[in-house]
């Protein structure tokens, strides 16, 4: 399956790509900073899992970023729109045939952490699967990766290197911290928010981990972000909802952007 959907993807697309960019909730509109844009609809790839989440495009975007070849994803694929891990996986897979060495990936997350603030943006440092599944289960292929991974450097130091130097010369204020992946689409408990401090995590969401594990069995180095577009569960005494997550990833879109633009420029 991942095979032929490159296969459709070059008969409209031509040439490799040097850098991948999954685009998290609300985070979207960087993909229109592409230069000489070409767009592959999700929908139209044979086999291909199509994004339903709110504020998801559902649209690979490929042409030129900072000077840099990037294939993007307008939307990801999430466990709990009823997907399976290997078809959230499958764009990895696709970007690793298609040239991708360097993976970045964004997401919008709950803040756990009590120092953050509502806005933040996170470095991800490492993370927490508490999805109660794995993208690897199953016969191996050995095409990608090994059958055991080491998943000891997840998120690529060098990278991150980069991203820290990137987001002082942009005068960006950059947390860093461990992301937890949970499953959704409900929001964490309060009690399931203070467990998770206990586990050392800083930040909560519903997506990335199986991405950024395929990526590691794929060889990328990956770079991630959490945007912090909320108070996680029983920090700030309000409910959490859809629309706050989805605001304040559109007021802090154009940072966000700055920093991924400048941080491919240094790849």
Request: one cysteine or more; charged letters at 20%; hydrophobic letters at 40%.
């Amino acid at each position: 399956m991942v095979e032929k959907a490159v296969e459709y993807i070059k008969s409209k697309i031509s040439g490799e790509y040097e850098i991948g960019i999954i685009l998290g909730s609300g985070l979207g509109s960087l993909g229109d900073k592409i230069d000489n844009a070409e767009y592959v609809d999700y929908a139209d790839i044979p086999g291909f899992p199509v994004s339903t989440a709110p504020g998801h495009v559902g649209r690979f975007v490929f042409g030129t970023l900072a000077g840099k070849r990037v294939m993007c994803m307008q939307g990801r694929i999430h466990l709990y729109e009823g997907y399976r891990p290997e078809s959230i996986v499958m764009p990895i897979r696709v970007m690793r045939l298609m040239g991708v060495n360097n993976l970045i990936v964004t997401n919008a997350a709950g803040g756990i952490n009590e120092s953050f603030d509502v806005g933040d943006i996170m470095l991800i440092t490492d993370h927490i699967n508490f999805t109660g599944t794995n993208c690897l289960i199953g016969q191996n292929d050995d095409r990608f990766g090994v059958r055991f991974p080491d998943m000891s450097y997840a998120y690529s130091p060098e990278l991150g290197s980069i991203a820290e130097k990137s987001a002082e010369s942009l005068g960006i204020k950059l947390q860093k911290g461990v992301y937890v992946g949970c499953t959704g689409p409900s929001y964490e408990t309060p009690a399931e928010i203070r467990a998770f401090r206990v586990l050392g995590a800083d930040a909560v969401g519903m997506s990335t981990v199986q991405e950024v594990t395929a990526a590691n069995h794929c060889g990328m180095k990956v770079l991630g972000f959490s945007l912090i577009s909320n108070k996680a569960a029983g920090l700030s005494g309000e409910r959490l909802t859809e629309e706050e997550v989805l605001l304040i990833g559109r007021q802090k879109s154009e940072e966000m952007q700055m920093l991924i633009m400048k941080i491919t420029g240094e790849l």
